[in-house]
């Protein structure tokens, strides 16, 4: 889906979040819970990447649980590798924000190609995931130049063992995209993480 530079963010929360592993233990799983999620464009009003809608529930989304979605998004260039994306990480410490550093590219990190990254979680020569598929939606670069959308969906959120640091808290992360030296699209989220 090309919102890509929600799907930057999206990649980046997906960084943090499958690399912490998917936990298929027998043992008793935690529920964590994400509350609070909103968004915004970041980037300047000439970026040809943005994200128009993005809406998600319920609130407090749970891990594991199920997650009904709906976003659209365009892009007036196409969006083909390399793609630098620089993600910030940030947690509220006693009122102030604290950058994350990056650790084992996770945190605030820089990746110097998002279309690698999604070579990584989907394979390339392997079908895009549903919903994904059944809307032609794309998964992988290059990204068209056009208007994307994604339908009301629901997902499920499989659980995961997360960071010791990734837990119980306020977190805000920027994503940014570029190429060639230029911003192709930037975006904020914001969300709180608590873990029981």
Not at 10 to 29: D, H, N, Q, Y
Not at 35 to 63: E, M, R, Y
Not at 77 to 103: D, Q, R
């Amino acid at each position: 889906m090309v919102l890509l530079s929600a799907l930057s963010i999206t990649i980046g929360l997906l960084a943090v979040l499958t690399e912490a592993r998917f936990c298929s233990s027998t043992l008793r799983k935690k529920v964590t819970k994400i509350q609070g999620f909103d968004w915004k464009n970041c980037g300047g009003p000439d970026v040809p990447a943005v994200l128009k809608s993005l809406t998600v529930s319920p609130d407090p989304i749970a891990i594991p649980g199920a997650l009904t979605a709906t976003a659209s998004g365009s892009t007036s260039v196409e969006l083909s590798a390399p793609l630098p994306l620089n993600i910030t990480l940030e947690k509220k410490v006693a009122g102030f924000w604290v950058k994350v550093p990056c650790v084992e590219e996770l945190g605030s990190c820089h990746y110097r190609d998002a279309c690698d990254v999604l070579n990584q979680l989907i394979p390339p020569g392997q079908d895009c995931p549903e919903p994904l598929h059944t809307y032609g939606l794309p998964c992988r670069c290059p990204f068209k130049d056009g208007s994307y959308s994604l339908p009301q969906t629901q997902f499920y959120l499989p659980h995961m063992d997360l960071p010791h640091w990734l837990t119980n808290g306020d977190y805000r992360v920027q994503g940014v995209l570029g190429k060639d030296g230029k911003e192709l699209g930037c975006l904020k989220i914001f969300l709180s993480v608590h873990s029981a």
